[in-house]
T-cell receptor
Framework: DVKVTQSSRYLVKRTGEKVFLECVQD?????MFWYRQDPGLGLRLIYF???????EKGDIPEGYSVSREKKERFSLILESASTNQTSMYLC????????????FGPGTRLTVL | GENVEQHPSTLSVQEGDSAVIKCTYS??????FPWYKQELGKGPQLIID?????GEKKDQRIAVTLNKTAKHFSLHITETQPEDSAVYFC?????????FGTGTRLQVFP
């Protein structure tokens, strides 16, 4: 059974803080993804990684960066959090980039005050 | 760029009735179309998917149809139950990612 865990379910941060969201998977998948979910906008891809130390920008990368030092761990970094980054953040993992099932973590609801 | 439109955004049905959610996509090269269900407080979970070499796929009360010519695909849930209440997302494959629709909140009333 694939398990994707995210470091926090709820997080409250202040404007300007550096924020780290961690995602860990136990299925040895090559590909990992970070999405943000907002009402009426669906799931929007922020960044994805297809291998250790490899990353690609998604549709909305501005204000975010990522790190993948180990295959099982993919981190999303908000260098200087802003109120418009208040959202639900979802991590996913998949054996393929576009043609395979994606397995999602439970999400982190981030509030930036 | 690639786009997936999903309708309706909300859907309310009586228990036992059918529910249909429709999606259209823009990239004619898309060949994989999954549907995800997101229950409250959880991440989305795949419930059914279809590839472009078939027109219909069924799994118990859930079915998906695909019309590649019209670039439409739909999710059909029959004999709805209260536990079907959730947010549903369609998606279509792009060159290197899945493109998700904006979601449909389905409410099934007892």
């Amino acid at each position: 059974d694939v398990k994707v865990t995210q470091s926090s379910r709820y997080l409250v941060k202040r404007t300007g803080e550096k924020v780290f969201l961690e995602c860990v998977q136990d299925m040895d998948h090559e590909n990992m993804f970070w999405y943000r979910q907002d009402p009426g906008l669906g799931l929007r891809l922020i960044y994805f990684s297809y291998d250790v130390k490899m990353k690609e920008k998604g549709d909305i990368p501005e204000g975010y960066s990522v790190s993948r030092e180990k295959k099982e761990r993919f981190s999303l970094i908000l260098e200087s959090a802003s109120t418009n980054q208040t959202s639900m953040y979802l991590c996913a993992t998949s054996p393929g980039l576009a043609g395979d099932e994606q397995f999602f973590g439970p999400g982190t609801r981030l509030t930036v005050l | 760029g690639e786009n997936v439109e999903q309708h309706p955004s909300t859907l309310s049905v009586q228990e036992g009735d059918s529910a249909v959610i429709k999606c259209t996509y823009s990239d004619s090269a898309s060949n994989y179309f999954p549907w995800y269900k997101q229950e409250l407080g959880k991440g989305p979970q795949l419930i059914i998917d279809i590839r472009s070499n078939v027109g219909e796929k069924k799994d118990q009360r859930i079915a998906v149809t695909l019309n590649k010519t019209a670039k439409h695909f739909s999710l059909h849930i029959t004999e709805t139950q209260p536990e079907d209440s959730a947010v549903y997302f369609c998606a279509a494959s792009g060159p290197d990612k899945l493109i998700f629709g904006t979601g449909t909140r389905l409410q099934v009333f007892p």
